[in-house]
């Protein structure tokens, strides 16, 4: 199962990546595949105000800015990865995680210093802690000696709290 255009990494209220969160048993993958701190000056220079920047400083960035952003999040739970091959729906769990470790894998050894977007994550069962989910559809949790944090959005919580309880994240009497 995947959620697609998934927010990701909080820095002083705003996310910076967008990407596909992927969850097999006892597995949850981030592949980030979107700079978000890259497109905000696209948007910022379309929505230019004569006003002497007063309006685009106070409404047009900490509102509009923020509000595209979210709007766009709203897709198809259809990972980016099926359209590259990685994922087929006769894929099993370990099929699907041995192909999303190699690709990880083969990540890694082609990163180059100009890169932007992080490695892709895989947090197993065992490693996260904390584990919430809010009211407005923020996954939180602990792993790998840091807090991560996934805006799903509320359209798709309902969906995220059902996966995370079939890939074993959460019982059935747990409210994440």
Not at 121 to 130: D, I, M
Request: glycine content about 6%.
């Amino acid at each position: 199962m995947s959620i697609d255009e998934v927010a990701y990494y909080k820095v002083a209220g705003q996310y910076c990546f967008q990407g596909d969160l992927i969850f097999t048993n006892g597995c949850i993958y981030f592949f980030p595949h979107t700079d978000l701190n890259q497109r905000i000056p696209d948007f910022s220079n379309e929505l230019e105000t004569p006003i002497g920047g007063l309006l685009d400083e106070f409404f047009m960035r900490p509102v509009v800015l923020p509000l595209i952003n979210t709007l766009a999040m709203r897709s198809a739970n259809r990972s980016r990865l099926r359209t590259m091959g990685l994922w087929r729906e006769v894929d099993s769990d370990e099929v699907l995680k041995s192909k999303l470790d190699g690709f990880i894998a083969e990540l890694r050894r082609n990163r180059t210093p100009t890169d932007t977007l992080p490695i892709p994550s895989r947090f197993e069962h065992g490693e996260v802690s904390n584990l919430k989910l809010s009211a407005a559809g923020v996954l939180s949790f602990e792993a790998q000696s840091d807090t991560h944090d996934f805006c799903v959005g509320i359209f798709k919580k309902r969906l995220l709290r059902e996966v995370l309880w079939q890939c074993g994240f959460i019982t059935g009497r747990q409210s994440a």
